[in-house]
């Protein structure tokens, strides 16, 4: 999900408030050795090593992203075929979605997605890979505990640094939506089961598959791209010659962070690159230096949670404060 945007002008006191939360989240991540010493090698175990076989990720994450998007596509030519006469303003030969169409978008891909990349992950690897890339159930506590701190640390970043994007974009004419196009069909939709799904879909849904599309399978196999090959022991004549992963340099797993960073960034609307880039860097190091997935999932999730309470409790009471008695 992407961040509402201020439509109205930044100012420098929003600068300087913008400043003040991105001061305190970079301060607290310092705090705890983000960028200190051995920290900033993020030396974490690697999740699979050299020496292991890398298929079963790689399989996962393909059928994943081709039930997903498969499923949206199949969605979209079943409404192109029943669709009989487009809606004033639509694009020739295109379709119109309407608000229960975006609930089945922000739901069903989703579903068909995760479910198919757990179910690769548990049955190509006889259970043990969701261990390995840090999914499994006993993880889920800690995880949700050391999110609770990421959070305090990247949440502020974001939308500190989203003022000063803001001011960047007004500063250059540049002009784009002030919201998600889910999120503008949340706030204006008033059938309950659509209101439903589109916030199961942002505040559950989506930071599931999502996390576990682009952290635990892509960032995984980059990783693994980016890990210098195992080396061959010395063998004695007591014990044969052992093949000796070695761990990924810093450079490497910073490499494979922001490049999921970027992949996952893209994907969103355009305006949202800088912000979601950021959100997605705090993601994959907090997934780094834990090792536990559900850690970026709960960030994730805390994110879209905070940008749909924004969307449908804090933006209609300043609307509403805003209309002249």
């Known amino acids: ?27 607290l991540a310092y705090a705890i050795g983000a960028f200190r010493g051995e920290r900033l090698r993020i030396d974490s ?14 399989l996962g994450a393909f059928l994943g992203l081709a039930v997903w ?10 409404l192109a075929m029943t669709q009989q006469t487009p809606a004033a303003g639509a694009p020739p030969g295109g379709v119109t979605f309407g608000a229960r169409d975006y609930a089945v978008l922000g739901t069903v891909p989703f579903i068909g997605g ?13 259970g043990q890979l969701p261990r390995k890339l840090g999914w499994s159930l006993d ?52 059938d309950p089961v659509v209101r439903a799904a589109l916030i199961f879909g942002a505040t559950i849904l989506a930071p599931l598959f999502e996390e576990f599309f682009f ?8 990783l693994r791209l980016f890990s210098p090959p ?12 052992a093949v000796v992963a070695r761990p990924p340099s810093a450079a490497g797993r910073w490499a494979a962070i922001a490049l999921a960073a970027a992949l996952f960034a893209v994907l969103h609307p355009a305006w949202t690159w800088p912000l979601i880039f950021i959100l997605a860097l705090g993601m994959g190091y907090a997934y780094e230096r834990t090792g536990n997935l559900w850690v970026p999932v709960f960030i994730h999730l805390l994110f879209n949670t905070f940008n749909t309470i924004v969307t449908l409790v804090i933006q209609p009471q300043f609307e509403r404060a805003a209309q002249p008695l």
């Open 114 to 126: 995760l479910i198919t990349l757990m179910a690769a992950d548990v049955l190509t690897s006889r």
């Open 230 to 241: 195992a080396t061959q022991a010395i063998s004695t004549p007591d014990a044969p010659a």
């Open 1 to 27: 999900m992407s961040i509402l945007a201020a439509a109205e002008p930044v100012s420098t006191a929003h600068l300087a408030f913008g400043a003040l939360l991105c001061a305190f989240g970079l301060g």
């Open 139 to 190: 993880r889920l506590p800690i995880g949700l505990l050391w999110s609770l701190l990421g959070a305090v640390i990247v949440l502020p970043l974001i939308f500190g640094a989203s003022l000063w994007v803001q001011a960047t974009y007004q500063a250059i004419g540049y002009e784009h939506p002030t919201a998600h196009e889910m999120l503008k069909v949340l706030a204006e939709s008033r």
């Open 45 to 58: 175990p690697v999740r699979v090593a050299r020496d292991e076989p890398i298929g079963p990720v790689v």
């Open 215 to 222: 952290r635990g399978h892509v960032q995984t196999i980059l």
């Open 69 to 78: 998007l498969g499923l949206q596509a199949v969605y979209g030519v079943y």
